[in-house]
């Protein structure tokens, strides 16, 4: 599926493409950091498209996936969330933010060279699936993972339940989706989520040199791996539309009515909502 960007000032999401002892390896970084790069349709929007781009690229031998700032991402905007509740387009935004988030996610899948994520800080809602599509994911101690769905009347979107028990098993999943149990950098490591655990401040250089190791080796090599890896993406993306489907059908009820605004109250150290989420 072709996509297309729509006018901003600035990208939020960045793509560098590297040189010298980086060369090969394409850098693509969440550029929302004053919002803890909550997840907006503008900013998957622009995930998807450089995704293309790598991926037409033979030159590209790995893709490092990281995040400005403090957060990885606290997932979905809720502040974008309470806006669409005032009127009537809050399900054909939810249908297109998770829409969105489904297409980076089966992209990162997809994507012919490995992916290795650099993440520093928390992981929240949907945006544990950016983290779960990746082939190798680097963890410093200041990560953490938490679903979040409970405490906002949400179904479970991001791969919660449709990647998360595939990897850890569906009673630990369980735990994330239905007890709001948050998940440590150390569990990430021994569960499955993260393949190493560094310290903080150190998860983009190790990533780095992660995708230097890929670069290094013989490409069909690399590519038949992650796609082999990946034979069962057909299901994956059942599963995801699901998702889709069960939180649009429950995101305008009630629950949710009720539970977004109050997160919001009880987080109030979240930065306050930067323009850039009119878009």
């Given amino acids: ?3 297309n960007p729509s006018p901003r000032s600035r ?40 995704l293309e781009a790598i991926a037409r690229r033979d030159d590209v031998r790995s893709v490092v996936l990281a995040a400005d700032g403090e957060h990885f991402s606290l997932g979905g905007d809720m502040r974008r969330f309470v806006s669409e509740m005032q009127g009537p387009g809050l399900q054909t935004y ?28 928390p992981v929240v809602g949907g945006s544990i699936g ?11 101690e200041r990560a953490v993972f938490r679903a979040q769905h409970a405490r906002a009347g949400f179904a479970p979107d991001g791969g919660w339940t449709a990647m ?18 948050e998940i440590s950098a150390a569990e990430a490591c021994d569960w499955g ?23 290094a080796a013989p490409v069909a090599t690399m590519r038949a791996g992650k796609r082999l890896l990946h034979a069962d993406l057909a299901l994956v993306e059942a599963a995801l539309e699901a998702e889709r489907i069960a939180f649009v059908a429950e995101v305008g009820g009630p629950e949710a009515r009720a539970c977004v605004p109050q997160l919001l ?15």
């Fill in 193 to 215: 989520i993260a393949t190493t655990l560094v310290p903080a401040g150190a998860a983009l250089a190790e990533a780095k040199g992660a995708a230097q190791r890929i670069a």
């Fill in 11 to 50: 990208a939020l999401v960045r793509l560098e493409i590297g040189r010298d002892a980086q060369a090969g390896i394409a850098l693509l970084t969440l550029a929302r950091p004053a919002v803890g790069n909550a997840l907006v349709p503008d900013l998957l929007l622009d995930l998807c498209v450089a």
């Fill in 1 to 3: 599926m072709k996509t």
């Fill in 164 to 181: 998360l028990p595939r990897v850890v098993g569906v009673r630990r999943a369980a735990a994330g989706v239905l007890l709001d149990r």
């Fill in 265 to 279: 109250a009880d987080a109030g150290g979240i930065p306050a909502q930067h323009p850039d989420t009119a878009s």
């Fill in 130 to 140: 950016l983290v779960l599509a990746c082939d190798v994911v680097i963890a410093s």
């Fill in 94 to 121: 939810s249908a297109e933010l998770v829409g969105l988030l489904n297409q980076s996610i089966v992209a990162l899948l997809r994507l012919p060279q490995p992916v290795v994520a650099a993440v520093d800080g």
